[in-house]
Nanobody, 123 residues
Framework: QVQLVESGGGLVQAGDSLRLSCAAS????????MGWFRQAPGKEREFVAT????????YYTDSVKGRFTISRDNAKNTVYLQMNSLKPEDTGVYYC????????????????WGQGTQVTVSS
């Protein structure tokens, strides 16, 4: 069984930075692509970023390009999301997830999910 545990969320002001971490259990972490999604109050969960198993390929939703960076450390079984220049519209619960195969923007392509970490950006 794979467990994903997110951390690093919090309350910040617009323009601030946060780094989210997602620690994964299991020995096969490095074999799978990982992704970050978020859900704002009253809205559906949306894709944020994804990274390939070796970290060489990444993809972002347009609204975070140039501000967010996804990375991973396979030796630590951890994936990160560095968030800079945060905006109030970035507010939501952020989830990390393990893909069933390669990188994807579709939530149904992800098999395991963390419990989420709250990010709140005040204006």
């Amino acid at each position: 069984q794979v467990q994903l545990v997110e951390s690093g969320g919090g309350l910040v002001q617009a323009g601030d930075s946060l780094r989210l971490s997602c620690a994964a259990s299991g020995r096969t972490f490095s074999s799978y692509a990982m992704g970050w999604f978020r859900q704002a109050p009253g809205k559906e969960r949306e894709f944020v970023a994804t990274i390939s198993w070796y970290g060489g390929s990444t993809y972002y939703t347009d609204s975070v390009k140039g501000r967010f960076t996804i990375s991973r450390d396979n030796a630590k079984n951890t994936v990160y999301l560095q968030m800079n220049s945060l905006k109030p519209e970035d507010t939501g619960v952020y989830y990390c997830a393990r893909s069933r195969r390669g990188i994807s923007t579709m939530s149904n392509e992800y098999e395991y999910w963390g419990q989420g970490t709250q990010v709140t950006v005040s204006s």
